[in-house]
């Protein structure tokens, strides 16, 4: 039936045994790789494998999954698996290895490939782990092997360049086409650990009840899919065979131009325009005007003050590209008073988009999810904020308190910012003080060195006799060699003789010696 041939396009499938109780479940859980293609493929087939995976349901609690599943989590350097039987985990195993530069993004490996590969050691150590990461998870199918042979489908999200992990637990098992468990995962993912296996095991397993509204709208969605002509293949042209010898003829090591052909158009018949994307539509200006910031003639639509659009049709549920409302259109626009006039008209802020993510998780800043905390407190029985993902409140008093501590943080900040500016003052005064007596020491070195005999023992006497007066505090005395005072240094002291250098102490041996 034509509902059949969509299960192809859809992997989530809504069934009716009755026309009275509805169950919603992924497809991968009763149809393997090899039978979507089947052209025998019917309505029938899926209800028995339905009651085939999972218990009758013979009470009103909807049919869960009985069967024995996988799944396998590997990124760059993290890997997860665990094994259950029904909803009860069997075996689990988690590995982590550094294989990522840090801010870099890209594993060792991927680098390496595009040249002028590094060689450094933190390289050879991440070109290791790679290995050994790869060498670890295929250790563990072959290890889980006979368990995992029995399993009824297995989960995997693997990278493009680690899918060969499971090549050798094929070979050894003899998984063919026919036989073939693995599916990709269908939904997002995050960093393989052992709550996200469990999380992706429960969300692919789980047979949930549905509603017949849900049903007929997942129906008709379906159809229309699968009523979408595919394109015509491009006309084959039939070149003629090459030689066995393509070297005995005249110039074959050129390049040969092909005949030239007659191409054929092959037209495709147009899809047919949403009808939000009409320009007489009342939601098409409302969309524009989200767009393009223009608030006032969107208030103006939505208060029916517009005179050239008719306001009639308006519709704030309304489903759009990729299952959005308008509501995620408003937590992605740049002006916050579109969100805030839409939450306050009575849009649904619990209402999930195709990616399964709410309008607060796609808010685009701080101001846009402050908007809906502040609606929250203000209607805090009015939508279930759990379902939204909207965290908690935000009362006036909380705002209030938040300013008072960011100003008391700021002034804290800046009193730091005062005390090391002082600090850096006062070391850089006691450099410069340092610095100028350094060089006032320098100078009288070089005096001292200058003067001759009789006036370095002038300058001696005079010092001799300050001191015996007391009119100096400190009795350190001076150089043997140049006469220096020694007062604010530590003088070299050699046979009870006091020297300020050790230039002066070998002058003066020298000297001596002389």
Not at 47 to 59: F, S
Not at 159 to 172: E, G, L, M, P, T
Not at 399 to 405: M, P, V, Y
Not at 481 to 488: A, R, V
Request: charged share 25%; aromatic share 8%; with cysteine.
């Amino acid at each position: 039936t034509e509902l059949t041939c969509a299960v192809i396009r859809s992997p989530q499938l809504i069934l009716t045994p009755d026309h009275v109780t509805f169950y919603k479940c992924y497809s991968s859980l009763l149809l393997r790789r090899c039978q979507r293609n089947d052209p025998r493929l019917t309505d029938t087939h899926l209800l028995t494998a339905l009651t085939t995976v999972t218990r009758q349901p013979d009470t009103p609690s909807p049919p869960c999954f009985r069967g024995r599943a996988a799944v396998f989590l590997y990124t760059a350097q993290h890997f997860a698996a665990a094994l259950f039987q029904g909803s009860t985990m069997v075996l689990h195993k988690t590995y982590h290895r550094y294989t990522v530069r840090a801010k870099q993004g890209t594993v060792q490996g991927l680098r390496d490939g595009k040249g002028n590969a590094p060689k450094s050691y933190g390289a050879s150590l991440r070109r290791y782990n790679q290995v050994a990461l790869f060498n670890d998870a295929e250790a563990l199918t072959l290890d889980w092997g006979e368990e995992l042979s029995k399993c009824h489908v297995i989960y995997y999200r693997v990278a493009q360049y680690n899918r060969s992990v499971f090549d050798k637990f094929k070979a050894k098992y003899h998984i063919t086409e026919e036989g073939d468990t693995f599916v990709s995962i269908p939904v997002m993912t995050y960093r393989p650990t052992l709550k996200e296996c469990t999380r992706v095991h429960r969300i692919l397993t789980t047979v949930s009840p549905s509603t017949r509204e849900e049903f007929d709208a997942w129906r008709l969605e379906n159809m229309r899919k699968s009523r979408v002509p595919a394109p015509s293949p491009p006309s084959s042209t039939r070149h003629p065979a090459p030689a066995e010898n393509p070297r005995s003829i005249p110039n074959s090591h050129l390049k040969q131009r092909s005949p030239r052909t007659e191409t054929t158009t092959v037209t495709t018949p147009l899809q047919e325009i949403p009808w939000y994307k009409h320009e007489d539509h009342v939601m098409y200006h409302v969309i524009k005007a989200i767009e393009t910031s223009e608030f006032d003639r969107f208030s103006d639509i939505l208060d029916g003050r517009c005179n050239d659009v008719d306001t009639s049709g308006l519709v704030l549920a309304a489903r759009l590209d990729h299952a959005d409302t308008l509501l995620h259109l408003a937590s992605q626009a740049s002006d916050v008073r579109f969100l805030e006039m839409l939450l306050e008209r009575g849009a649904n802020p619990e209402v999930m988009n195709s990616s399964r993510r709410t309008p607060y998780e796609l808010a685009a800043s701080k101001d846009h999810r402050n908007s809906f905390r502040r609606f929250m407190a203000r209607n805090p029985d009015q939508w279930d904020y759990k379902l939204a993902k909207i965290p908690s409140p935000l009362t006036p008093k909380m705002e209030a308190e938040q300013e008072a501590k960011k100003q008391v943080k700021k002034k804290q900040q800046r009193t730091k910012a005062q005390a090391r500016q002082k600090e850096l003052k006062a070391a850089e005064k006691d450099r410069l003080a340092k610095e100028q007596l350094r060089l006032i020491e320098d100078a009288q070195v070089l005096r001292c060195k200058t003067l001759t005999a009789r006036e370095k023992c002038l300058l001696a006497a005079e010092r001799r006799l300050a001191s015996e007066q007391g009119l100096r505090g400190s009795t350190s005395g001076s150089c043997t060699f140049c006469k220096t005072g020694l007062d604010s240094l530590v003088p070299f002291e050699k046979e009870g003789l006091k020297f300020c250098s050790v230039n002066c102490v070998n002058d003066h041996r020298r000297g001596r010696k002389t």
